[in-house]
């Protein structure tokens, strides 16, 4: 089956062009002005921006945690994405303490073979370390798993500093790609204790015990572990503008600093911790907490000029039902915010129609660098001749308003409830299938796992 793209604007890293783009099969045949092709359903672009379909490299379906599994399992969660545009989802394989690395892999390919909507991918999570998780690194590569993520908060994954030295250092001789969360647990812990001994329990107290100066120690203690190892790391969900000045002040030393961030921290802002009804504040309760309107400025300036690498969504979704476990005590309050369908509109409206990032930064931090850090380039995150045929036909003109009522990832809140976007998603394409139309989701569990290589970018 063939499709011609006919009239639209294609977007890359470098720039964009009005040139056609057709689709044979799986894969995008020929790229250029003026195609046609016998057979082919012609499909009128003109006024669209065509993207290669997104990428998000930090999900977390189907997650055990706080007590509770996470609203969207791979089958919901994959179905939001891609109709948000996401066409490849990258989630978190994490075996338990005292597993090893395969039985983590194991239990993850069991909750997403056969059950995605889009292509799909895992990082593995290293919550332990001994000679057998060592030796698995290289099993990991390849069985296409080349990137993997370390935590320096919660106990039940957190590694010591001596194990994560090691950690690196075997990552750095496999070729491995680390991101870690860089939280200061200790001090954390300790402020935690502050706010129960006074009985400060409400949400309020969340942003509090997570101040951004921990956010900045977490990140210089490991970019100093990983300039001794010397090996790139990337630095996950990073939401505030002293983090930033020490990946700066790391790579003016020489080290390669990859980030990555997310668009609750470049759109929400932590006065909704502060609201006196507890379901409403309980909602935004994510680590890292959201931040202040100067960060969000901070990370908007480093999106414009280059120095974040990728926008994530981190997608870890409760319902209010599940919020509600922390009515009382504000640690109990399950942590993480729904994302993976609104985040190309979001970052379209608040980046580009706003004038913060061009339509280029967009496709660079929502396709082509993910494409790149992740392995998976030239196969997805570009629209050339041999690529797969994963694009997001955009519409400007299209705009919209976000709401819970209109959403399909499985939770009855949307943290962005009546944002009002410039355009939408026109038309999804996964590996040359029409996946989305306006918004219906047309194609059933069709994702397919994608081996992945080593870092490009």
Not at 61 to 86: K, P
Not at 256 to 270: A, F, G, I, K
Not at 327 to 332: E, H, L, N, P, V
Not at 412 to 441: C, Q, W
Request: a negative charge; aromatic letters at 8%; one cysteine or more.
């Amino acid at each position: 089956m063939k499709t011609l793209l006919k009239g639209g604007q294609v977007v890359s890293g470098s720039g964009t062009a009005a040139v056609d783009v057709l689709l044979d099969g799986e894969t995008i045949a020929a790229v250029g002005p003026n195609l046609s092709a016998d057979g082919a359903e012609v499909v009128d672009c003109a006024g669209k921006l065509l993207f290669p379909g997104f990428i998000d490299a930090h999900t977390h379906f189907d997650l055990e945690v706080a007590g509770t599994i996470t609203a969207d399992d791979f089958i919901t969660g994959s179905r939001a994405a891609l109709r948000g545009g996401t066409t490849t989802v990258i989630d978190f394989a994490a075996p338990d303490k005292g597993e090893s690395l395969h039985a983590g892999l194991r239990r993850w390919q069991k909750k997403a073979d056969g059950r995605c909507a889009c292509d799909y991918g895992f990082h593995m999570t290293i919550d332990d370390w001994n000679e057998g998780i060592s030796r698995e690194i290289g099993e990991m590569m390849e069985e296409g798993i080349p990137s993997f993520k370390m935590y320096m908060t919660y106990p039940a994954m957190m590694l010591g500093e001596e194990d994560m030295y090691f950690a690196l250092k075997r990552l750095k001789e496999a070729g491995g790609l680390t991101g870690v969360h860089c939280e200061n647990h200790g001090i954390i812990d300790a402020l935690i204790a502050e706010k129960k001994a006074v009985g400060a329990m409400n949400p309020s107290s969340h942003p509090r015990t997570r101040p951004n100066g921990l956010e900045a120690e977490a990140v210089s203690h490991l970019l100093r572990l990983a300039e001794q190892v010397d090996t790139p790391v990337i630095i996950v969900h990073l939401s505030t503008k002293e983090a930033l000045e020490e990946v700066r002040a790391a790579r003016n030393r020489g080290q390669t600093v990859y980030v990555e961030t997310c668009p609750q921290y470049l759109l929400l802002d932590d006065s909704v911790y502060d609201n006196p009804d507890f379901m409403e504040a309980a909602k935004y309760v994510c680590a890292p907490p959201l931040r202040t309107v100067a960060d969000q400025e901070a990370l908007w300036l480093a999106l414009g000029s280059g120095e974040i690498q990728t926008v994530s969504t981190d997608h870890c979704s409760f319902t209010t039902a599940q919020k509600r476990a922390g009515r009382y005590d504000f640690t109990k309050i399950p942590g993480g915010l729904p994302g993976v369908e609104t985040r190309g509109v979001l970052l379209y409206t608040a980046g580009v129609a706003a004038g913060r990032i061009t339509v280029s930064d967009l496709c660079r931090v929502l396709s082509e660098n993910a494409a790149k850090l992740y392995g998976c380039w030239p196969r997805k995150g570009v629209i050339a001749p041999g690529s797969d045929a994963d694009l997001v036909v955009y519409d400007p003109a299209a705009d919209a308003t976000i709401t819970a009522a209109n959403q399909i990832q499985n939770v009855d809140y949307n943290p962005y409830e009546g944002f009002e976007t410039k355009g939408s998603i026109a038309r999804v394409y996964l590996r040359g299938r029409l996946a989305v139309n306006h918004g219906e989701v047309l194609v059933g569990n069709s994702g397919q796992f994608i081996h992945r290589g080593k870092n490009c970018l």
